[in-house]
């Protein structure tokens, strides 16, 4: 069947190589904690390693047990084969075959979902390895960065049980990335609905108390996004309430409305007093389509480690700027996918922002000590363009070893 897919940009001969082995990493934060809403608290970290010793680094935001069944499940049929016995032996730099290959291959229990998701940390691991063998940067194998800097946006930290302590920790949490010289920035609005924080339930004026406080901390000249993530169940209601946050010039609404209700996002779009923005959950081109042309969405935001890889995310931001749409890519993982989305933005020049923290900022544990990343957060408020091979992510195997679960 055909199939769009993506391949590196090579210019002259490459080096042969030969996938030898895929080696599954499960990742659990020891004060993890199952009641805080964060992915970043785990990690599915896949390397696949070559006959010449190079080896590339992946990642994705799902289940890490679910992600690494994906991977080592035996096949037993000719459309649900074994992803692992797909790729042993295989070319690493037919990136764009071998995901068309899997994709078929596991057809019968993929095609969305968690099976797409582990194929991202593949595809992303197949990008880096193929930088690193080639000594260029993943951005230069996806056709050449269009700038030479991006803008990264902080996630404002919550906190607290009570509305006060909640309100004054994402304040807080402005106040330091406001100093370290960030010039757009994110805060969660989320007291009720099925991220409600800390089981909080407030009333919808005090969600606008919130944002307001958030503005008011940040003054008028910083770039703020607000995500409700999935807060109301209809266009009608969330309508309702958003029409008071006309003042507060907010770039972006995100995830108002559960993905799939793509019908209510139509409606909201049109009316909304802020673009919409949705799609971090999404699987594939596919989904990304009916959110786009049925959902109406103005900010598409795919997440590399879930939509199906570095190259999947690509042809999504192609997808986005035929129709005149925003991108800004969802991110909340370690370096390594972080760096990875980084790299998707450098060649989608209709990609405003990136979602990034320091160190500094970062609560979960797993992001700030599993991986180091390449990039730079200058006091300008910009990301420079990365330089090394692969990702340009350099992993802790100590950590590794001391947070894996067999």
């Known amino acids: 069947m055909p199939l769009k897919t993506l391949s590196p940009v090579i210019a002259g001969p490459r080096p042969k190589l030969k996938i030898t082995d895929v080696e ?3 990742l659990l934060a020891p004060d993890y904690d199952p009641q ?19 080896e590339g680094i992946g990642e994705c935001d799902a289940n890490p047990w679910m992600a690494k069944a994906c991977i080592d499940a035996p096949g037993t049929h000719t459309m649900g084969l074994s992803i692992r016995e797909m790729l042993l032996g295989a070319d690493p730099f037919e990136i764009g075959e071998l995901w068309r290959k899997i994709y078929l291959g596991t057809a019968m229990n993929g095609r969305r979902g968690m099976v797409i998701h582990a194929l991202s940390a593949v595809d992303m691991a197949l990008w880096d390895l193929c930088g690193k063998a080639l000594g260029k940067p993943v951005h230069e194998l996806l056709g050449g960065a269009t700038r030479d800097h991006i803008l990264p946006y902080a996630s404002l930290q919550p906190a ?3 509305f006060e302590e909640y309100r004054d920790a994402l304040c807080l949490s402005a106040e330091k990335a406001k100093k370290l010289g960030f010039k757009a920035m994110k805060t969660e609005v989320t007291m009720n609905g099925p991220y409600a924080h800390g089981g909080m339930r407030e009333s919808y004026d005090r969600h606008t108390e919130v944002l307001a406080a958030v503005r008011k901390t940040i003054g008028p000249d910083i770039t703020l996004m607000v995500d409700v993530q999935y807060l109301w169940e209809d266009a009608k209601t969330c309508l309702s309430v958003i029409k008071d946050w006309r003042d507060f010039n907010c770039y972006f609404l995100e995830t108002p409305i559960w993905s799939d209700n ?34 109406k969405v103005k900010v ?4 590399v480690g879930r939509v199906g890889g570095i190259g999947e995310a690509k042809i999504v931001c192609d997808m986005a700027k035929d129709r005149g749409l925003t991108i800004v890519p969802h991110c909340w993982k370690t370096g390594i996918s972080i760096s990875a989305t980084a790299h998707l933005a450098f060649v989608t020049d209709t990609c405003a922002f990136i979602e990034y923290l320091p160190p500094q ?5 797993l992001r700030r000590e599993l991986a180091q990343e390449e990039l730079e957060f200058r006091s300008d408020g910009t990301i420079p363009l990365p330089k090394k ?13 001391r947070y894996k679960v067999t």
């Open 24 to 26: 599954c990493h499960v």
């Open 36 to 54: 805080f809403t964060s992915s970043a608290q785990d990690s599915f970290v896949i390397v696949l390693r070559t006959d010449q010793g190079i």
């Open 160 to 162: 607290g049980h009570r």
């Open 262 to 295: 793509v019908e209510e996002m139509a409606k909201l779009a049109e009316a909304a007093p802020m673009p919409i923005a949705c799609g971090e959950w999404l699987a594939t081109r596919f989904e990304f389509e009916d959110l786009m042309d049925r959902g």
């Open 300 to 303: 598409a935001q795919p997440d």
């Open 361 to 365: 900022l970062c609560v979960e544990r």
């Open 389 to 401: 091979p692969g990702l340009g992510v350099e992993i802790d195997w100590d950590v590794v070893k």
